[in-house]
């Protein structure tokens, strides 16, 4: 049997009282990328949030690591080695790129261990060494990109959630933020990435979930997906 | 015209409203909450303090250290029993504001019925009120003594909390985006109550202060409260040093203005809070965000550096 | 025996359904402006104030031009001139009491569409902060001004414009008759505006500014016109007011009076009329039995003033109300359109519309 990670079964949340994901049977195995692909409005961010325990639950459970987190609140998760990167707002941006990277480590207490995190950190974003002192919501599009992962990293997650992160950026900055993911995950840590663009995300992941209306309607390994000509004529059309 | 009288005025006033605005801006940029009970928290600094100072004898130091945990206390429990609970539910942010209303209500007339019971209804602490120098015609005397070192300490200290200590930088973190602070593991509700114990505490202190200074009501912080909003909307509810400007603003453009008014066109000085409300409506109306976004360090850095690295 | 027990009540009676009335009117208007429009018009004394001003400021003026009272606007004489003259001159007593009711929703009406700059361009809780404020800013210049109220004494002599007819009781039975005749058309038009096309575009405006924008340039009319009416509507309440309790003191508009009436329209049920008479009926209640006067009456006394009380009282009934009953005793209905009403007919399944309609929302944290 695979190692799952985290799994959802039978989740159904939404906010208030409105439903918006319904029995979302879901699996993310240990040190793969798992990409959940769909369109606009489908409930891909939603089901992200309510892993991290941001929305309201009203049936089913996540298992993380093989604790059931279901009732937890999402700074507790945090601590547990959960990390998170939002679609919008994922920085703060009154605070400076370092001290935006100082909260990323919020939950730590090895002190020596986390400046060492941060030196190597603004290794691997050299442009954020450089704007250390500015304030985050100075940063370009990209450059807030390049900082929310940085902050997630600071964690030291185990799994890291991220929501769109290449949406509307220029190709080249694309490019280069898959390149991290790609770092990130071969060091070691597991990523469920959300796209909107399911050829990119198909391609680069391992597995592949397809949401649709809030509902989970196919899943396999992103190649056969990409492959499946169901799949292709639903949600890429003819191109 | 002597303007020495004014300026003395200004700068006490101002120091007061000051140290309550930093207050509701706290509150405020934490919450979201426009919280009208803030009032209220002036208003049991400057009682405790009084009848401390009167009935029992202490001195005013001791005085206000119970002023700041009497109204810290009283913040705590507002948000732990009608906010926090209130948020949980779901509860639009204007019913909030409506609470708070409510809130103030009960405190407010709580403490008429006391001080009437008490013949406290108007009260100052006595202390021992000396002349120690003299600005201009302005006598400056010992409740000056208390009043501009107490502010610029609680503004030194309040600013190296919110940038070198940890739960500082996570207050301001929660008060940019509470979501994301409770993803990179900020416990809210924790910090949640220590921002109401220390935003509740500094407005104390400063009821407190006000009660050396003057005579009090229990509706003092109603009173006072136009000139927080004011003081705080200039910092756009949200900046500390734009809070900072906007008391002193506040308390410089009241007594100034009002002098100013009285002096040339006659104008009766029980006209004074129209000052502060012209400011709450022209602040609004032109420029909402205050100073908030106008980084005042950085703008003295660039003009000391002379805008190079 | 009986009779003499009843007669010596009947005046407490009256003076209930009077003031009832007054703040069922006030009431109505902010439920309006709050309830149905979703504008946090919390200086709403200020809109009342104007109205009680006029009345106050139009009969005394007039009456001291006509009758040549030269006895001074404040003075206790010219109060005593004034009152005789309205009691002695039928028509003219009514006809000024008329005519401040039209210039008092006139003018009531201006300062609303005034007010509705800033209710255009607020965010919600800055609105409310201003108009807070607001409120308390008029009652400081009136009470400053002489020539208005006459300050701190207040302008007396604005007789009851029944002042003619002499027996007492039935003058002021037929003073209530005509305020709960206000009121009762108020109601009529609150609610058939409530029901009407406006009625569901406010709502729609209220729940939804992005929904409603789709509509065009509408918003900002339709925002403007509640504050009109709605502010008109307060100061007909002022009105009605200072000819009853014949005369107007600046200090007795407070800003209170905005959060006795706002806890009126919470308890009642925000956005539902009937709601709001239950509610202003209890507040009004309250307001009349928690005084030392009818305390006093019951042989009950306190050390401290009860009218502290009664604030303490106000400030519960909003916390609670607020924390575990938001919608009120009586919730707003779904938004009444020809298809519910064809829904209603029929055998259709409304209920889960209801459900959705109904609530507000949560926040996912907690
Ligand atoms: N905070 C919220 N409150 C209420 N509804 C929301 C909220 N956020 C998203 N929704 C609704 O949930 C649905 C799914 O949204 P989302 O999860 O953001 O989809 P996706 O990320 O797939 O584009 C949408 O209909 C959206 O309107
Ligand atoms: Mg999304």
Redesign the pocket.
């Given at each position: 049997m695979a190692d799952y990670i985290i799994e959802s079964k039978e989740l159904t949340a939404?906010?208030?009282k409105?439903v918006?994901i319904q029995d979302v049977n879901f699996q993310a195995e240990r040190g793969k990328v798992t990409a959940i692909v769909?369109?606009?409005?489908?409930?891909?961010?939603?089901?992200l949030k309510t892993l991290f325990g941001l929305t309201r639950v009203f049936n089913g459970s996540v298992v993380f690591d093989g604790e059931d987190i279901t009732k937890l609140p999402p700074e507790v998760r945090a601590r547990k080695g959960l990390g998170f990167v939002f679609?919008v707002n994922n920085v703060f941006p009154n605070l400076t790129v370092r001290e935006n990277l100082e909260m990323g480590a919020y939950a730590r207490t090895d002190k020596e261990q986390i400046r060492k995190d941060m030196g190597e950190i603004l290794d691997i974003f050299p442009i954020l060494r450089e704007r250390q002192k500015q304030k985050a919501g100075s940063l370009s599009g990209g450059e807030r990109q390049m900082l929310a992962m940085a902050m997630a990293l600071m964690g030291r997650p185990k799994l890291l959630l991220l929501?769109e992160p290449a949406a509307a950026l220029a190709p080249k900055v694309v490019t280069q933020i898959f390149m991290k993911i790609r770092d990130i995950v071969n060091s070691g840590v597991t990523v469920i990435l959300?796209e909107q663009h399911a050829k990119r995300a198909l391609s680069f992941c391992d597995m592949g979930y397809v949401?649709s209306s809030?509902r989970i309607v196919m899943k396999g390994p992103g190649k056969d997906l990409l492959a499946d000509e169901k799949f292709v004529e639903a949600f890429l059309g003819k191109r | 015209m002597d303007l020495s009288i004014p300026l003395i005025n200004s700068l006490t006033l101002g120091s007061l409203y000051t140290l309550m605005a930093l207050g509701l801006t706290m509150s405020f940029s934490v919450t979201k909450i426009a919280n009208f009970a803030h009032a209220e928290l002036v208003t049991i600094g400057g009682y405790v303090t009084a009848l401390l100072v009167n009935w029992m004898g202490y001195g005013l130091g001791e005085s206000l250290i119970a002023a700041f945990f009497a109204s810290a206390l009283l913040a705590v429990a507002m948000d732990e029993g009608v906010f926090k609970p209130m948020i949980k539910r779901g509860s639009k942010p204007l019913f909030l504001l409506v609470a708070s209303i409510g809130i103030g209500l009960v405190v407010r007339y709580l403490l008429f019925i006391y001080a009437d019971l008490n013949a406290v209804i108007t009260v100052q602490a006595k202390t021992n009120v000396q002349l120690i120098g003299r600005f201009g015609r302005a006598g400056i005397t010992t409740i000056h003594l208390w009043v501009f070192p107490i502010t610029i300490v609680s503004v030194v200290l309040l600013h190296l909390m919110f940038h070198y200590t940890k739960p500082g930088k996570a207050l301001r973190a929660m008060a940019d985006n509470e979501d994301l602070a409770r993803v990179s593991g900020v416990k809210i509700y924790t910090l949640r109550r220590l921002m109401w114990f220390i935003a509740g505490g500094i407005t104390g202190v400063a009821g407190g202060l006000w009660s050396a200074y003057s005579v009090i009501t229990p509706e003092i912080g109603w009173y006072a409260l136009l000139r927080i909003f004011a003081a705080s909307i200039l910092g756009g509810l949200v900046s500390f040093w734009g809070t900072i400007a906007g008391g002193l603003i506040v308390g410089f453009a009241e007594n100034f203005g009002i002098t100013f008014m009285n002096t040339y066109f006659n104008v009766s000085t029980a006209y004074r809070p129209l000052i502060s409300f012209v400011i709450i409506v022209i602040v609004l109306l032109l420029k909402p965000t205050g100073f908030a976004g106008f980084d005042i360090v950085g703008w003295l850095k660039e003009k000391v550096k002379g805008g190079g690295e | 025996m009986q009779i003499e027990f009843l007669a010596s009540y009947m005046p407490i009676f009256t003076s209930f359904i009077v003031l009832f009335a007054i703040y069922l009117i006030a009431a109505l208007s902010l439920n309006m402006e709050y309830g149905y429009g979703g504008i946090p018009n919390f200086g709403h004394v200020f809109f009342i104030s104007v109205g009680a001003y006029m009345a106050g400021v139009l009969t005394a003026r007039t009456v001291d031009y006509i009758a040549g009272i030269k006895a001074g606007y404040c003075s206790g004489q010219a109060s005593v001139l004034r009152t005789e003259y309205l009691s002695s001159h039928p028509m003219e007593a009514v006809g000024i009491f008329v005519a401040s009711l039209v210039l008092g929703a006139i003018i009531g009406g201006l300062f609303g569409y005034a007010a509705s700059y800033p209710a255009l361009r607020l965010k919600e809780d800055f609105l409310a902060i201003t108009l807070i404020f607001i409120g308390d800013m008029g009652r400081i210049i009136a009470r400053n001004e002489e020539g208005i109220v006459c300050a701190l004494t207040g302008l007396t002599g604005i007789a009851n414009p029944l002042s003619f007819v002499k027996d007492v009781g039935t003058r002021s039975i037929a003073y209530a008759l005509i305020v709960v005749a206000f009121a009762v058309l108020t109601y009529i038009y609150v609610q058939r505006l409530a029901k009407s096309p406006f009625g569901r575009l406010l709502k729609a405006v209220r729940d939804d500014d992005l929904a409603a924008m789709a509509l065009g340039k509408v918003v900002p009319r339709v925002r403007g016109e509640v504050m009109v009416i709605g502010s008109a509507l307060a100061a007909v309440a002022g009105v009605l007011r200072t000819f009853y309790i014949q005369g107007v003191v600046a200090d007795d508009f407070q800003p209170l009076i905005t959060f006795l009436v706002l806890t009126m329209v919470i308890l009642g049920g925000m956005a539902n009329n009937k709601g709001v008479i239950l509610g202003t009926l209890i507040m009004t209640a309250l307001d009349q039995f928690i005084s030392p006067s009818f305390l006093s009456l019951l042989g009950i006394s306190v050390e401290f003033d009860v009218t502290y009380m009664k604030y303490i009282i106000i400030g519960l009934i909003i916390i609670l109300v607020l924390m575990f009953r938001p919608q009120g005793a009586i919730p707003e209905g779904p938004v009444e359109t020809p298809a519910l009403e064809l829904s209603k007919s029929s055998e259709w399944d409304v209920e889960e519309k209801l459900e959705i309609g109904g609530e507000e929302?949560r926040s996912?944290s907690g």
């Open positions: 939404g906010y208030g409105a918006i769909g369109p606009n409005g489908s409930g891909k961010s939603t089901f679609q929501d959300v949401f809030g | - | 929302e996912p």
